[in-house]
């Protein structure tokens, strides 16, 4: 299959629309229309990784952070992108990156995190703002339903723990059908009166493309009316962090040497001990400083990240507890979250875990 092919699974699961404005996630190195042979997953792109794509023979590598991150002058072997950038080439190897856009998602990077540590109940940390449309469409009584299906398949019409929401009211459309068309119900010149219904559904913006698509898919009409409305209301499946409950309490210091044992870490960084037993946990994979004041806010207990620096720690202010478990540490896992994305849509295709340890840091 072609690399679109798997560029376009990815990107339904975690749309490039939702990747912050400092990224470079998508497609980097490579043509979207080259055939995938088979594919490469790694956390980042290192010279063992490229060099075991070579060995495997995967003309494609799909990384959690961007080969190319900021603008390069140059391409040459004096620095580690540029050599990078040129043994791909060489190879005939593209690269693909889901980066922010991936951990924006509810059921992305925070959710892996989320899940090992055994947390329920998750909600979103920060939402993103404006990720909701309502969609307004209008067809003939007896089409309805088939409508309102099409609609729910595609992904509308979900309100928190319901789906199949949605609205109708009867009403009367009128239209005159012109020379060339092929109008469904009237006549060509004539000015026709039809009983219709108003259907109105929510749905969130990154389903917008497949929810137009069945509804066109399923109106009767040639032409379909609808309307697309941007709404204020808050939205929990996308933005940063999330936060969730333990089953049962649990003492403060276990629990500590259990994220250390879940997540190999080979040390905790962490702030003073502020309760005895925990229950809300908050987390973000990769560098979540930017979040301490918002989880404090929530009622987090414990505040799981990495790449917190000095000063960010007095930020807790004994209300409560920060746990740096290290990047690499909290987005190891999202190797697998790609992994399943792929086979999810695409089965019989050859994508492979690296088995290279792409952590920059070491202990000693």
């Known amino acids: 299959m072609k690399i679109a092919q798997i560029v376009a699974a990815i990107e339904e699961f975690a749309p490039l629309r939702l990747q912050e404005s400092y990224d470079n ?3 980097i190195i490579g043509n979207a229309d080259d055939q995938a042979e088979a594919a490469l997953i790694t956390l980042d792109v290192t010279d063992a990784v490229v060099q ?38 060489k190879n005939d190897i593209a690269v693909y990156a889901a980066h922010t856009n991936l951990d924006n998602m509810k059921d992305g990077v925070n959710r892996i995190i989320a899940d090992r540590i055994g947390l329920r109940n998750t909600r979103v940390l920060v939402p993103l703002p404006q990720q909701l449309r309502k969609l307004v469409t209008f067809c003939p009584k007896a089409n309805a339903d088939k409508v309102r299906a099409a609609l729910f398949s595609a992904g509308a ?11 109708s009211a009867a009403g009367r459309g009128s239209f005159r059908a012109g020379q060339n068309a092929d109008p469904y119900v009237g006549a060509v010149g004539e000015l026709h009166y039809e009983p219709e219904e108003r259907i109105e559904t929510i749905f969130p913006v990154t389903r917008q493309t497949t929810v ?30 999330l936060t969730g409950e333990l089953e049962t309490p649990e ?33 973000c994979g990769g560098s979540g400083s930017f979040l301490i004041h918002q989880a404090i806010r929530a009622g987090a207990q414990v505040f799981v990240t990495g790449d917190v620096k000095y000063h960010d720690f007095f930020e807790a202010d004994g209300r409560m507890l920060i746990a740096d478990i290290g990047h690499y540490e909290s987005e190891q896992f999202t190797k697998e979250l790609l992994m399943n994305i792929i086979k999810k849509k695409y089965s019989n295709f050859a994508v492979q875990i690296s088995g290279a340890n792409t952590n920059p840091v070491k202990y000693l």
């Open 25 to 27: 996630a998508g497609l």
């Open 52 to 89: 075991e794509a070579i060995d495997r023979r995967c003309n494609l590598i799909i990384a959690h952070h961007p080969l190319i991150f900021k603008g390069i002058k140059r391409i040459g072997n004096d620095t580690f992108v540029g050599r990078l950038v040129s043994k791909c080439i």
């Open 157 to 167: 019409g979900h309100i928190g723990n319901y789906d199949s929401c949605s609205f």
């Open 212 to 241: 137009v698509a069945a509804l066109l898919r399923a109106h009767p009409y040639e032409e379909a009316a609808y309307d697309i409305y941007t709404l204020e209301n808050s939205f929990d499946g996308t933005g940063a962090g």
């Open 251 to 283: 003492e403060t210091l276990s629990f500590l040497k259990r994220l250390k044992k879940t997540f190999g870490a080979e040390g905790i960084r962490h702030t003073p001990i502020v309760d005895e037993k925990v229950t809300r946990i908050a987390v």
